[in-house]
């Protein structure tokens, strides 16, 4: 009988699969049904069955949900058109700074490998935090994507690039 209840309460925790309320609904019985069938069916057929239905349902499930949460959603933004188009340019907004943000980073990662690429302007500014990144001429065909701060570069002394593989 103990062996009965541990698998009883290894199906109970495989039913956390299913949505919330699929499981509220129906959870009780699909376990009376396992225990049911647990006691007249050997042990291996059922869990292979049990395992292989529960993949199948549980992401059938969810993906019903998740297609009844966004006819809902859908239904409620054509009901606003403004609001519609204020979430529309704040995602757009958002998502754009998000990946100049990441591309800005993954430049200056990138050239933070030629010291002489990174200037500190705080010669210039009030905050010494401020960094600008110049890219001379020389370094330009090693480091193609160090182009930020091309504009800033007459405010410094162009330096020779003593980057490695940088030709002179």
């Known amino acids: 009988m103990a062996w ?7 199906f109970r ?35 292979l069955e049990t395992c292989s239905d529960i993949a199948v349902s549980a992401i059938s ?3 019903s949900v998740l297609a009844s ?21 704040v995602t ?3 998502i754009g700074a998000a990946v100049s943000i990441s591309s800005a980073l993954s430049t200056l990662s990138f050239c933070a490998r030629c010291p002489t690429l990174i200037r500190s302007i705080s010669s210039i500014s009030s905050h010494p935090i401020l960094i600008t990144l110049v890219s001379p001429a020389r370094c330009l065909p090693t480091f193609p994507m160090c182009t930020i701060g091309n504009a800033s570069a007459a405010l410094f002394r162009a330096s020779p690039c003593s980057c490695p593989g940088t030709r002179v």
């Open 4 to 10: 009965s209840q541990s698998q009883t309460k290894l």
């Open 13 to 47: 925790a495989l039913l956390y699969c299913y949505p919330v309320e699929f499981r509220h609904e129906y959870g009780v019985e699909m376990e009376h049904v396992f225990a049911s069938r647990l006691a007249h069916e050997p042990h291996w057929r059922l869990w």
């Open 61 to 63: 499930e969810h993906l």
């Open 69 to 89: 949460d966004l006819k809902h959603e859908l239904r409620a933004l054509r009901a606003i058109p403004s609001f519609t188009a204020i979430v529309l340019l």
């Open 92 to 94: 757009a907004l958002g």
